[in-house]
């Protein structure tokens, strides 16, 4: 079983950036394909940026490509999230999912967003 903790929210102004992290540990981090999502009020979650570990490749949602950038750090088995750009339209709770081989999912507790303009 995969934990994650979520890092980095917080208040932006439109334009600004930052920087979200998602810690995993208790398993192979490198067996999972590694996303992130996002929910705001009264929206269904979303998805928003994808990596296949082994494969360092990445995808993103269209209204998010360009602007956002999904990385990882081997070492510390951590998936990133770097924002830049932000419109408040971004405003969210951003949440890290780990999407194992014979497809478990795995849930962080989910980070908030909230871009001002």
């Known amino acids: 079983q995969l934990q994650l903790v979520e890092s980095g929210g917080g208040l932006a102004q439109a334009g600004g950036s930052l920087r979200l992290s998602c810690a995993a540990s208790g398993d192979t981090f490198s067996s999972y394909i590694m996303r992130w999502f996002r929910q705001a009020p009264g929206k269904e979650r979303e998805f928003v940026a994808s990596m296949a570990w082994r494969i360092n490749s990445q995808s993103y949602s269209d209204s998010v490509k360009g602007r956002f950038t999904i990385s990882r750090d081997n070492a510390k088995n951590t998936v990133y999230l770097q924002m830049s750009s932000l419109k408040p339209e971004d405003t969210a709770i951003y949440y890290c999912?780990?999407?194992?081989?014979?497809?478990?999912?795995?849930w962080g507790q989910g980070t908030q967003v909230t871009v001002s303009s």
């Open positions: 999912n780990a999407r194992g081989p014979i497809s478990e999912n795995y």
